[in-house]
């Protein structure tokens, strides 16, 4: 089927016996630079599988490096270097035995800005991940995935009547949802979103957290926000980052976001949730 290579991963005994349901994320003791900047500090965090965590803090404090980090992304940029280990289902995707594009294809990820390619068509756009991930599929899968994906992402409605026209006719909030869609045709177990709604429009921002609500139990999402009400409505665990002036960014606070928000342990985290940074 579609999808044999990913549920052939998860037939394997030694797998199955530590993991209940695949795409806990665990970073463990992260420590990243770029040259000499140091810019974050043996950073621990675990995230849930099948749960939504919001990583939130002032601009600066490492939280794109940090969501970068989680898909090896961070290895592209040639000055950056990296101490700590990141593990998927419990394992090291910085193994030398694992491959990249495994990492890229279980952990998918958004970006605050849209980018679709502009001139290929909604349809194509929404599949163009399937050959770097080794996904083959017929015509006919491909019909049914398109849709699949279009309507997880909550655009399938707008576009359905228009799968031929180029992505870069869409409007902003529709092209987000259009890399959604292409992040998720290929069963990615994580998504990370960097920011993913602020460059949006209202309702466009309610469909992209209608979309997140809909994966909650089958996707595990990491979300970057800046919007604290976004961060309480989407997310059950959150991690407050923070760089002190001249210093690499740190988690000041970890835990239940409800919580977090209500009755924050350190004066750091109630001065930013409560806006007086
Ligand atoms: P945030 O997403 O929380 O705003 P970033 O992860 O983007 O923070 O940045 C953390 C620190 O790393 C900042 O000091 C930033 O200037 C620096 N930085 C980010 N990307 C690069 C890069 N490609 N090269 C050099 N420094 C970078
Ligand atoms: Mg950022």
Not at 222 to 242: G, K, P
Not at 259 to 275: E, K, L
Request: proline content about 5%; hydrophobic content about 40%.
């Amino acid at each position: 089927t579609l999808f044999s290579a990913r549920t052939e991963n998860h037939d394997e005994p030694d797998l199955v016996e530590h993991v209940q349901q695949p795409g806990g994320l665990v970073a463990d003791n992260i420590s990243a630079w770029f040259g000499d900047h140091k810019v974050l500090d043996r950073v621990s965090l675990s995230m849930a599988a099948g749960e939504v965590t919001a990583l939130i803090g002032p601009s600066g404090c490492g939280k794109s490096t940090f969501l970068r980090i989680l898909n090896r992304m961070h290895e592209m940029i040639p000055s950056a270097s990296l101490f700590g280990e990141v593990r998927l289902d419990g394992d090291d995707i910085y193994a030398p035995s694992q491959r990249i594009t495994s990492a890229r294809r279980n952990i998918g990820m958004v970006f605050q800005k849209a980018n679709p390619f502009p001139a290929m068509s909604i349809y194509d756009n929404t599949i163009s991940g399937l050959k770097l991930a080794g996904i083959r599929a017929t015509r006919a899968e491909k019909d049914l995935l398109v849709e699949d994906s279009l309507r997880k992402a909550s655009l399938w409605d707008e576009v359905k009547d228009r799968l031929e026209q180029p992505g870069g006719g869409l409007s902003g909030g529709q092209q987000q949802r259009l890399c959604i869609a292409r992040s998720l045709a290929v069963s990615p177990r994580v998504l990370l979103m960097d920011e993913p709604c602020s460059a949006l429009d209202p309702t466009s921002t309610r469909r992209v957290e209608e979309t997140i609500e809909s994966l909650r139990g089958q996707v595990t999402v990491v979300i970057v926000t800046h919007n604290m009400q976004q961060a309480a409505r989407v997310s059950s665990q959150c991690a407050f980052f923070l760089a002190a002036q001249n210093t690499p960014g740190v988690i000041v606070e970890y835990g239940a976001t409800e919580a977090m928000f209500a009755h924050p342990q350190d004066d750091r985290t109630s001065d930013y949730v409560n806006g007086r940074f």
